[in-house]
C-alpha cells in the first residue's frame, strides 16, 4: 500500500514537541525581545515543576503494577493485590486523559471490528478468554491509500480512518485456557502500537484465529476442484471402475468377479497414490496461503509495536507529562501577551486560531486544563470574569518557591 494522502481532523493532541511549542511562541513576535530569555528560563522551571508532580504519579503507578506485571524479575509478597489492581485501573485511566487519549466505547470497538480489514484478513475472535478489554486512541485521521488486487493487476483507492496511537489493556479471563505462559488466567496485557487502521483494530488482540475470506477459499478451492475432476476422468479414472468393481463384487451387489492380477494391482496402487498426492498438493496450498497472512499480520504487528506492559505507562507518563506543559505555556503565553483576553472561552479561541492559521493545526485546544494548571500554581489570577497572567519575574519566583517546597525537611 503506497500512502497518498492524509488530513487531521480536530484533535486534543497538540502536535509538536514543548520546546517547539516554546519556540513558536517566541516566533510570533509579541513579547518583547527583552522577555524572550525571562520566558524560556520560566518554561524551563514550569517542565521541572510538572515534571517532579508526574514522578509522583508514575511511581504510584508502579506500585499498584507490581502484583499485575507479567515480566516483573522481583518477588511478590502478596499485600493488598486486589485493591492495588483496581488502583493501577483507575491511575491509567486519569494518565490516558491528561495525554489526552480517546477512551473507545463498546459501540465504536464493535463498529470497528465489522468493518472490511485492509490486510484482505479475516480474524476471529474469542471475547470469553477476557474479563476485561479497554482501548484508547489518540490521533484520528483519514487516510487514502492505493491497494493492489488480482496480483498487482488493478490499483484502486480506499479512504479509512486511522489511529497514531491505539493502548490496550485486557485482562484474562479465570477460564482461560492457553499455551502461551503469559496467558494465564487472571493476568493482565497492556501494550501500544501507533499507526492502526480502524478496521484492523481486532488484529491488536491476543488469541485471535485467522480465517480466510470468501474470495481466497474460491482462489484455491475452484482450481483444486477442477483439476482433481481432471485428475479422476483421466489419470485415475481406470483405477476408480476397479475399485469400484471390486466393491460391487464383495458386497454382492455384481456376481462377476474381478481378477487381480500384477498389472492391476499396479494400476490401482498408482492411481491411489496419485489421488493421494493431489489432495496433499492441494493441503500445502492451503496451509502456504494462510502462512501468507500470517506472515503478513506478524509484519505488521512488529513495525506497529511501541511498547509493552510497564514500559507503556512509562511513556503514557512522559506523553502526559508533555501535553500538560504544552497547554500551560501555552495559556500563559497568550493570557501575558495579549491582556484582552478575559475569559477562558477568548484564550481558547484565540489559541485554536493562531495554531489554525499559523501552523495549519486544528486542534480542540483543553484550555481547562491549562487554565487549571496555571490558577493551581498561582502563576494566572482569576478576578471576577477577568483572567491575568502574573508577570514573568513573579512567575519565576513562585515556581522556585514551589520548587525548593518539594524538597523541605
Known amino acids: 500500500m503506497d500512502l497518498k494522502h492524509r488530513s487531521r481532523s480536530r484533535l486534543r493532541f497538540v502536535p509538536f514537541r514543548k520546546r517547539d511549542i516554546v519556540e513558536m511562541c517566541l ?40 502484583s499485575l506485571n507479567p515480566d516483573q524479575d522481583t518477588r511478590k509478597i502478596g499485600l493488598n493485590d486486589d485493591e492495588a489492581a483496581e488502583d493501577f485501573v483507575e491511575g491509567l485511566d486519569e494518565i490516558l486523559n491528561k495525554a489526552n487519549y480517546e477512551k473507545l466505547s463498546e459501540k465504536e470497538i464493535g463498529l470497528a471490528m465489522k468493518e472490511a480489514s485492509l490486510f484482505k484478513l479475516r480474524l476471529h475472535i474469542d471475547f470469553e478468554n477476557f474479563e476485561e478489554i479497554l482501548l484508547f486512541s489518540r490521533g484520528e485521521s483519514t487516510r487514502t491509500e492505493e491497494v493492489k488486487g488480482l496480483y498487482g493487476l488493478h490499483k484502486r483507492q480506499i479512504s479509512f480512518v486511522n489511529f497514531d496511537r491505539v493502548v490496550i489493556y485486557i485482562k484474562f479471563s479465570s477460564k482461560i485456557v492457553s499455551r502461551h505462559p503469559n496467558e494465564k488466567p487472571g493476568s493482565t496485557m497492556l501494550k501500544m502500537f501507533q499507526d492502526v487502521p480502524r478496521a484492523d483494530i481486532e488484529m491488536l488482540l491476543p488469541n485471535t484465529r485467522l480465517g480466510m475470506r470468501l474470495m481466497d477459499k474460491l482462489l484455491i478451492g475452484v482450481p483444486a476442484l477442477i483439476g482433481g475432476g481432471a485428475i479422476l476422468t483421466t489419470k485415475i479414472g481406470t483405477s476408480m471402475i476397479l475399485l469400484g468393481a471390486l466393491l460391487g463384487f464383495w458386497m454382492g451387489v455384481t456376481a462377476e468377479p474381478v481378477e487381480l492380477d500384477k498389472a492391476t494391482i499396479f494400476a490401482l496402487v498408482a492411481g491411489m497414490g496419485g489421488l493421494g498426492s493431489y489432495i496433499w498438493k492441494q493441503f500445502i496450498n492451503f496451509k502456504n496461503r494462510k502462512l501468507t497472512f500470517m506472515q503478513s499480520l506478524t509484519e505488521s504487528l512488529y513495525f506497529k509495536n511501541l511498547d509493552n506492559n510497564a514500559g507503556v505507562f512509562h511513556r503514557l507518563i512522559d506523553d502526559a507529562e508533555e ?17 484582552q483576553l478575559e475569559s477562558a472561552a477568548q484564550l481558547d479561541v484565540a489559541i485554536e486560531e493562531w495554531l489554525s492559521e499559523k501552523w495549519d493545526c486544528e486542534i480542540d485546544f483543553e484550555v481547562e486544563d491549562a487554565l487549571g494548571k496555571l490558577l493551581t500554581l498561582g502563576l494566572v489570577s482569576n478576578t471576577g470574569d477577568s483572567l491575568n497572567a502574573v508577570g514573568i519575574d513573579t512567575t519565576c519566583e513562585l515556581l522556585d518557591e514551589r520548587w525548593d517546597g518539594y524538597f523541605s525537611y
Open 27 to 66: 516566533a510570533n513576535g509579541e513579547l518583547p525581545a527583552t522577555e524572550q530569555t525571562k520566558f524560556r528560563e520560566m518554561c524551563s522551571l514550569l517542565q521541572s515543576v510538572v515534571h517532579f508532580e508526574y514522578h509522583e504519579k508514575l511511581e504510584a503507578l508502579k506500585d499498584s503494577y507490581a
Open 323 to 339: 501535553e500538560e506543559c504544552k497547554e500551560a505555556i501555552l495559556g500563559y503565553y497568550f493570557l501575558l501577551v495579549r491582556p
